[in-house]
Protein backbone atom coordinates (compact mmCIF):
# COMPACT_ATOMS: atom_id res chain seq x y z
CA UNK A 1 0.00 0.00 0.00
CA UNK A 2 1.56 3.69 -0.83
CA UNK A 3 0.32 6.99 -0.11
CA UNK A 4 1.41 10.02 -1.85
CA UNK A 5 4.39 11.91 -0.86
CA UNK A 6 3.80 15.47 0.23
CA UNK A 7 5.22 18.53 -1.19
CA UNK A 8 8.11 20.52 -1.50
CA UNK A 9 8.81 23.10 1.70
CA UNK A 10 9.09 26.65 0.34
CA UNK A 11 11.97 28.01 -0.72
CA UNK A 12 14.34 28.12 2.29
CA UNK A 13 12.79 25.49 4.48
CA UNK A 14 12.73 21.63 4.73
CA UNK A 15 10.04 19.37 5.60
CA UNK A 16 11.18 16.61 8.37
CA UNK A 17 10.58 13.00 7.26
CA UNK A 18 6.93 13.00 7.46
CA UNK A 19 6.23 11.00 4.38
CA UNK A 20 4.21 7.35 4.13
CA UNK A 21 5.78 4.69 5.19
CA UNK A 22 4.68 1.26 3.64
CA UNK A 23 5.67 -1.54 6.47
CA UNK A 24 7.48 -4.61 5.19
CA UNK A 25 6.47 -7.12 7.89
CA UNK A 26 9.67 -8.98 7.66
CA UNK A 27 11.61 -9.61 11.18
CA UNK A 28 14.42 -8.21 11.68
CA UNK A 29 17.92 -9.84 10.87
CA UNK A 30 21.24 -8.18 10.64
CA UNK A 31 22.69 -7.30 7.25
CA UNK A 32 19.28 -6.65 5.75
CA UNK A 33 19.16 -4.43 2.26
CA UNK A 34 16.66 -2.07 2.22
CA UNK A 35 15.93 -0.11 -0.84
CA UNK A 36 12.29 0.12 -1.48
CA UNK A 37 11.02 3.79 -1.39
CA UNK A 38 9.22 3.28 2.28
CA UNK A 39 10.22 -0.15 2.61
CA UNK A 40 10.97 -1.18 6.51
CA UNK A 41 11.81 -4.32 9.14
CA UNK A 42 12.18 -4.11 12.53
CA UNK A 43 15.14 -5.31 14.96
CA UNK A 44 15.37 -6.00 18.27
CA UNK A 45 11.76 -6.76 18.40
CA UNK A 46 11.06 -3.32 19.43
CA UNK A 47 11.94 -0.77 16.88
CA UNK A 48 11.16 0.01 13.06
CA UNK A 49 14.09 0.70 10.37
CA UNK A 50 12.37 2.70 7.56
CA UNK A 51 14.17 3.25 4.12
CA UNK A 52 11.48 6.75 3.51
CA UNK A 53 12.73 7.91 0.45
CA UNK A 54 10.06 10.51 0.37
CA UNK A 55 11.00 13.54 -1.51
CA UNK A 56 12.86 11.60 -4.51
CA UNK A 57 12.37 8.78 -6.94
CA UNK A 58 16.17 8.34 -7.46
CA UNK A 59 17.76 5.24 -5.21
CA UNK A 60 18.10 4.99 -1.95
CA UNK A 61 19.12 1.90 -0.14
CA UNK A 62 19.68 1.68 3.29
CA UNK A 63 21.78 -1.97 5.33
CA UNK A 64 20.06 -2.83 8.69
CA UNK A 65 21.87 -4.61 11.36
CA UNK A 66 20.49 -5.48 15.20
CA UNK A 67 21.39 -1.95 16.55
CA UNK A 68 20.49 -0.20 13.55
CA UNK A 69 21.23 1.22 9.74
CA UNK A 70 23.57 2.75 7.64
CA UNK A 71 23.21 4.26 4.19
CA UNK A 72 24.99 2.21 1.40
CA UNK A 73 23.47 3.76 -2.04
CA UNK A 74 22.17 7.07 -2.63
CA UNK A 75 21.79 8.26 -6.26
CA UNK A 76 19.46 11.54 -6.00
CA UNK A 77 20.42 14.84 -5.14
CA UNK A 78 18.53 17.92 -4.09
CA UNK A 79 19.06 22.16 -4.02
CA UNK A 80 19.73 22.87 -0.37
CA UNK A 81 17.00 25.86 -0.74
CA UNK A 82 14.09 23.23 -0.85
CA UNK A 83 13.12 19.65 0.57
CA UNK A 84 15.99 16.76 1.57
CA UNK A 85 15.36 13.24 -0.81
CA UNK A 86 14.28 11.30 2.86
CA UNK A 87 14.56 10.32 5.84
CA UNK A 88 15.81 7.33 6.64
CA UNK A 89 15.95 6.29 10.55
CA UNK A 90 14.86 4.39 13.39
CA UNK A 91 11.69 4.77 15.22
CA UNK A 92 9.66 3.90 18.69
CA UNK A 93 5.92 4.16 18.20
CA UNK A 94 3.87 4.62 15.53
CA UNK A 95 4.62 6.46 12.11
CA UNK A 96 2.03 6.49 9.18
CA UNK A 97 0.54 2.95 10.77
CA UNK A 98 3.40 1.46 10.88
CA UNK A 99 3.97 0.73 14.87
CA UNK A 100 6.86 -0.48 16.02
CA UNK A 101 6.04 -3.93 18.04
CA UNK A 102 4.42 -3.84 21.37
CA UNK A 103 4.97 0.19 21.88
CA UNK A 104 3.22 2.21 24.38
CA UNK A 105 2.60 5.14 22.11
CA UNK A 106 0.48 7.29 21.70
CA UNK A 107 0.50 8.15 25.35
CA UNK A 108 -0.80 11.64 26.82
CA UNK A 109 2.41 13.83 27.88
CA UNK A 110 0.42 14.13 31.18
CA UNK A 111 1.14 10.59 32.09
CA UNK A 112 4.76 10.43 31.41
CA UNK A 113 7.27 10.33 33.60
CA UNK A 114 10.72 9.94 31.64
CA UNK A 115 12.15 8.93 28.32
CA UNK A 116 15.57 7.55 28.91
CA UNK A 117 17.19 7.45 25.00
CA UNK A 118 20.57 7.10 23.62
CA UNK A 119 21.40 7.08 20.15
CA UNK A 120 25.21 7.00 18.51
CA UNK A 121 25.72 8.26 15.36
CA UNK A 122 28.62 7.81 12.28
CA UNK A 123 28.82 10.81 9.85
CA UNK A 124 30.45 10.64 6.44
CA UNK A 125 30.63 13.42 3.43
CA UNK A 126 27.88 14.85 1.84
CA UNK A 127 24.81 17.72 2.49
CA UNK A 128 22.55 16.51 5.48
CA UNK A 129 21.49 16.78 9.00
CA UNK A 130 21.63 14.10 11.54
CA UNK A 131 18.24 14.43 12.85
CA UNK A 132 16.47 13.00 16.05
CA UNK A 133 12.68 13.30 15.62
CA UNK A 134 10.17 13.92 18.10
CA UNK A 135 6.24 13.88 17.41
CA UNK A 136 3.26 15.01 19.21
CA UNK A 137 -0.39 15.78 18.25
CA UNK A 138 -3.77 16.56 20.16
CA UNK A 139 -5.06 13.28 19.53
CA UNK A 140 -3.60 9.46 19.90
CA UNK A 141 -3.46 9.11 16.63
CA UNK A 142 -1.54 6.16 14.76
CA UNK A 143 -1.52 7.04 11.25
CA UNK A 144 -0.89 10.72 9.13
CA UNK A 145 0.94 13.73 9.88
CA UNK A 146 1.47 15.11 13.42
CA UNK A 147 0.53 18.78 14.14
CA UNK A 148 4.07 19.11 16.08
CA UNK A 149 7.37 18.34 15.19
CA UNK A 150 10.26 18.38 17.13
CA UNK A 151 13.85 18.27 15.81
CA UNK A 152 16.77 17.68 17.51
CA UNK A 153 19.85 18.69 14.67
CA UNK A 154 22.69 16.63 16.38
CA UNK A 155 24.80 17.73 13.06
CA UNK A 156 24.28 19.34 9.56
CA UNK A 157 26.65 19.68 7.11
CA UNK A 158 26.56 22.02 4.47
CA UNK A 159 24.61 24.72 3.95
CA UNK A 160 21.41 23.89 5.16
CA UNK A 161 18.74 25.27 7.93
CA UNK A 162 15.85 24.22 9.82
CA UNK A 163 12.24 25.44 8.64
CA UNK A 164 11.18 29.01 9.71
CA UNK A 165 14.10 31.60 11.94
CA UNK A 166 16.22 31.63 14.74
CA UNK A 167 14.64 32.47 18.16
CA UNK A 168 17.59 32.75 19.82
CA UNK A 169 19.68 30.19 22.53
CA UNK A 170 17.81 28.22 24.48
CA UNK A 171 19.53 25.58 26.93
CA UNK A 172 17.48 21.83 26.92
CA UNK A 173 19.14 18.62 28.56
CA UNK A 174 22.49 20.73 29.80
CA UNK A 175 23.09 21.51 26.47
CA UNK A 176 22.85 24.68 25.06
CA UNK A 177 20.41 24.80 21.26
CA UNK A 178 20.11 27.62 18.45
CA UNK A 179 16.27 27.22 18.69
CA UNK A 180 14.06 27.45 15.25
CA UNK A 181 10.32 27.39 14.93
CA UNK A 182 7.95 27.68 11.98
CA UNK A 183 5.62 25.97 10.46
CA UNK A 184 6.31 23.52 6.64
CA UNK A 185 2.29 23.78 6.17
CA UNK A 186 1.29 20.59 7.47
CA UNK A 187 2.58 20.34 10.87
CA UNK A 188 4.78 23.34 13.29
CA UNK A 189 8.36 22.70 13.78
CA UNK A 190 10.75 23.52 16.63
CA UNK A 191 14.02 22.84 15.89
CA UNK A 192 17.31 22.84 18.41
CA UNK A 193 20.46 23.08 16.35
CA UNK A 194 23.56 21.83 18.31
CA UNK A 195 26.51 24.22 18.58
CA UNK A 196 28.96 21.65 17.25
CA UNK A 197 28.35 17.45 16.12
CA UNK A 198 27.32 15.22 18.74
CA UNK A 199 28.15 11.92 18.18
CA UNK A 200 26.42 10.03 20.79
CA UNK A 201 24.62 10.95 23.76
CA UNK A 202 22.00 9.89 26.48
CA UNK A 203 19.68 12.22 27.49
CA UNK A 204 15.94 12.46 28.63
CA UNK A 205 13.49 13.07 25.83
CA UNK A 206 10.75 14.67 28.12
CA UNK A 207 12.95 17.81 28.42
CA UNK A 208 12.56 18.64 25.24
CA UNK A 209 8.97 17.88 25.34
CA UNK A 210 8.73 19.97 28.63
CA UNK A 211 10.24 22.80 26.91
CA UNK A 212 7.74 23.06 23.36
CA UNK A 213 5.12 23.09 26.41
CA UNK A 214 6.47 25.78 28.10
CA UNK A 215 6.86 27.95 24.82
CA UNK A 216 2.95 27.13 24.58
CA UNK A 217 3.56 25.22 21.54
CA UNK A 218 1.55 22.17 23.58
CA UNK A 219 -0.48 21.14 26.32
CA UNK A 220 0.26 18.14 28.54
CA UNK A 221 -3.25 17.04 26.98
CA UNK A 222 -0.80 15.94 23.40
CA UNK A 223 0.17 13.07 23.24
CA UNK A 224 3.26 11.71 22.51
CA UNK A 225 2.74 9.53 18.98
CA UNK A 226 6.84 8.42 17.95
CA UNK A 227 10.78 8.89 18.89
CA UNK A 228 13.01 9.07 15.58
CA UNK A 229 16.70 9.42 14.72
CA UNK A 230 17.96 8.92 11.67
CA UNK A 231 19.19 11.45 8.52
CA UNK A 232 17.93 13.98 6.43
CA UNK A 233 20.53 14.20 3.01
CA UNK A 234 20.83 16.45 0.55
CA UNK A 235 23.23 15.32 -1.33
CA UNK A 236 25.69 12.29 -1.01
CA UNK A 237 25.24 10.24 2.80
CA UNK A 238 26.99 7.12 1.40
CA UNK A 239 28.33 6.02 4.86
CA UNK A 240 25.92 7.74 7.34
CA UNK A 241 24.45 5.48 9.76
CA UNK A 242 22.56 5.24 13.40
CA UNK A 243 24.76 2.36 15.18
CA UNK A 244 22.70 2.34 18.44
CA UNK A 245 19.31 3.49 19.12
CA UNK A 246 17.65 2.73 22.37
CA UNK A 247 14.45 4.56 24.33
CA UNK A 248 11.95 3.68 26.91
CA UNK A 249 8.55 5.92 27.69
CA UNK A 250 7.79 5.33 31.29
CA UNK A 251 4.53 6.02 32.73
CA UNK A 252 3.76 7.57 35.86
CA UNK A 253 0.18 8.04 36.11
CA UNK A 254 -0.26 11.34 38.62
CA UNK A 255 -2.64 10.37 41.79
CA UNK A 256 -6.40 11.22 41.35
CA UNK A 257 -6.12 13.03 44.60
CA UNK A 258 -3.87 14.15 47.57
CA UNK A 259 -3.52 11.47 49.95
CA UNK A 260 -5.10 11.24 53.28
CA UNK A 261 -3.20 12.67 56.00
CA UNK A 262 -2.81 11.01 59.70
CA UNK A 263 -4.97 12.65 62.71
CA UNK A 264 -5.47 11.69 66.13
CA UNK A 265 -8.58 9.27 66.38
CA UNK A 266 -9.78 12.21 68.42
CA UNK A 267 -9.17 14.88 65.86
CA UNK A 268 -11.73 15.77 62.86
CA UNK A 269 -9.11 16.18 59.75
CA UNK A 270 -9.80 19.50 58.83
CA UNK A 271 -11.49 20.07 55.50
CA UNK A 272 -9.40 23.45 54.68
CA UNK A 273 -5.86 23.96 54.76
CA UNK A 274 -5.00 26.06 57.83
CA UNK A 275 -3.49 29.55 57.41
CA UNK A 276 -0.08 29.67 56.16
CA UNK A 277 -0.35 26.44 54.47
CA UNK A 278 2.10 24.49 56.64
CA UNK A 279 4.63 27.51 57.30
CA UNK A 280 7.84 28.32 55.88
CA UNK A 281 8.56 28.65 51.43
CA UNK A 282 11.18 29.36 48.56
CA UNK A 283 10.14 29.93 44.95
CA UNK A 284 12.32 29.68 42.28
CA UNK A 285 11.00 31.72 39.19
CA UNK A 286 12.94 31.69 35.90
CA UNK A 287 11.34 33.88 32.62
CA UNK A 288 11.94 32.77 28.73
CA UNK A 289 10.80 36.40 27.18
CA UNK A 290 10.64 36.51 23.51
CA UNK A 291 9.38 40.48 20.76
CA UNK A 292 6.01 40.87 23.63
CA UNK A 293 5.80 37.05 24.46
CA UNK A 294 7.01 35.03 27.81
CA UNK A 295 6.46 31.93 29.59
CA UNK A 296 6.98 31.60 33.49
CA UNK A 297 8.05 28.60 35.15
CA UNK A 298 7.70 28.70 39.03
CA UNK A 299 9.14 26.07 41.34
CA UNK A 300 7.32 26.15 45.13
CA UNK A 301 9.38 24.46 47.74
CA UNK A 302 7.92 23.44 51.24
CA UNK A 303 11.04 24.29 53.58
CA UNK A 304 8.97 23.77 57.31
CA UNK A 305 8.44 20.83 59.16
CA UNK A 306 4.95 20.47 58.54
CA UNK A 307 3.07 18.85 54.94
CA UNK A 308 1.28 20.98 52.86
CA UNK A 309 -1.95 19.96 52.11
CA UNK A 310 -3.93 21.85 49.58
CA UNK A 311 -2.00 25.24 48.29
CA UNK A 312 -2.07 28.80 46.62
CA UNK A 313 0.35 31.09 45.51
CA UNK A 314 -0.12 34.63 45.17
CA UNK A 315 2.08 36.83 43.30
CA UNK A 316 2.42 40.07 41.54
CA UNK A 317 2.77 41.08 38.24
CA UNK A 318 5.18 44.83 38.43
CA UNK A 319 5.18 45.37 34.25
CA UNK A 320 1.56 45.04 33.15
CA UNK A 321 2.44 41.33 32.37
CA UNK A 322 -0.78 39.30 31.27
CA UNK A 323 -0.75 35.29 31.60
CA UNK A 324 -3.01 33.52 28.57
CA UNK A 325 -2.57 29.89 29.94
CA UNK A 326 -1.01 27.73 32.30
CA UNK A 327 -0.14 24.27 33.24
CA UNK A 328 -0.18 22.16 36.21
CA UNK A 329 -1.90 24.68 38.77
CA UNK A 330 -5.44 26.84 37.75
CA UNK A 331 -3.78 30.05 37.39
CA UNK A 332 -6.52 33.79 37.80
CA UNK A 333 -5.26 37.05 37.10
CA UNK A 334 -6.79 40.70 38.23
CA UNK A 335 -4.97 43.28 37.59
CA UNK A 336 -1.35 42.61 38.73
CA UNK A 337 -2.38 40.33 41.03
CA UNK A 338 -2.21 36.65 40.33
CA UNK A 339 -3.54 33.57 42.20
CA UNK A 340 -2.07 29.67 41.32
CA UNK A 341 -4.05 27.04 43.05
CA UNK A 342 -2.82 23.50 42.54
CA UNK A 343 -4.43 20.82 40.49
CA UNK A 344 -5.78 17.46 41.89
CA UNK A 345 -2.50 15.50 41.32
CA UNK A 346 0.05 18.09 43.01
CA UNK A 347 -1.97 19.93 45.70
CA UNK A 348 0.37 18.10 48.86
CA UNK A 349 3.73 19.19 49.57
CA UNK A 350 5.82 17.40 52.04
CA UNK A 351 8.80 19.01 53.75
CA UNK A 352 11.44 19.35 51.68
CA UNK A 353 9.31 18.43 48.29
CA UNK A 354 8.22 20.79 45.37
CA UNK A 355 5.50 21.50 43.23
CA UNK A 356 6.10 23.64 40.03
CA UNK A 357 3.82 25.30 37.45
CA UNK A 358 3.92 27.35 34.25
CA UNK A 359 2.50 29.33 32.47
CA UNK A 360 2.27 31.47 28.87
CA UNK A 361 1.62 35.80 28.60
CA UNK A 362 2.24 38.83 27.07
CA UNK A 363 4.03 42.23 28.29
CA UNK A 364 4.71 45.35 26.77
CA UNK A 365 8.50 45.64 26.35
CA UNK A 366 9.60 44.79 30.06
CA UNK A 367 8.57 41.34 32.00
CA UNK A 368 10.05 42.00 35.14
CA UNK A 369 9.96 38.93 37.30
CA UNK A 370 6.95 38.62 39.79
CA UNK A 371 7.21 39.67 43.30
CA UNK A 372 5.25 39.24 46.61
CA UNK A 373 4.85 34.94 46.71
CA UNK A 374 3.04 33.63 49.14
CA UNK A 375 2.17 30.32 50.00
CA UNK A 376 -1.54 30.04 51.49
CA UNK A 377 -1.18 33.81 52.81
CA UNK A 378 2.24 33.26 54.42
CA UNK A 379 5.19 34.83 52.89
CA UNK A 380 7.86 32.90 50.97
CA UNK A 381 11.88 33.92 50.40
CA UNK A 382 12.75 33.80 46.61
Not at 173 to 189: E, I, K
Not at 260 to 268: G, K, M
Not at 301 to 320: A, D, H, K, Y
Amino acid sequence: MRRPIRALAAIGLFIAGTAAVVAVATPAQADVRICEQFGSTTIQGRYVVQNNRWGSSAEQCINVTDTGFSIVSQQGSAATNGAPLSYPSVFFGCHYTNCSPGTNLPIQVSQISSIPTSIGYTYASGTYNASFDIWLDPTPRRDGVNQMEIMIWFNRQGPIQPIGSSIGNGTVAGRTWDVWRGSNGSNNVISYVAASPINSWSFNVLDFVNDIRNRGAITNSWYLTSIQGGFEPWNGGVGLGVNSFTTTVNQGTPPTSPPPTSVPPTTRPPTTPPPGGGGACRVAYTANSWNNGFTGNVTVTNTSSSTVNGWTLGFSFPSGQQITNSWNANVTQSGSSVSARNVNYNGTIAPGASASFGFQGTHGGTNGAPTGWTLNGTACSS
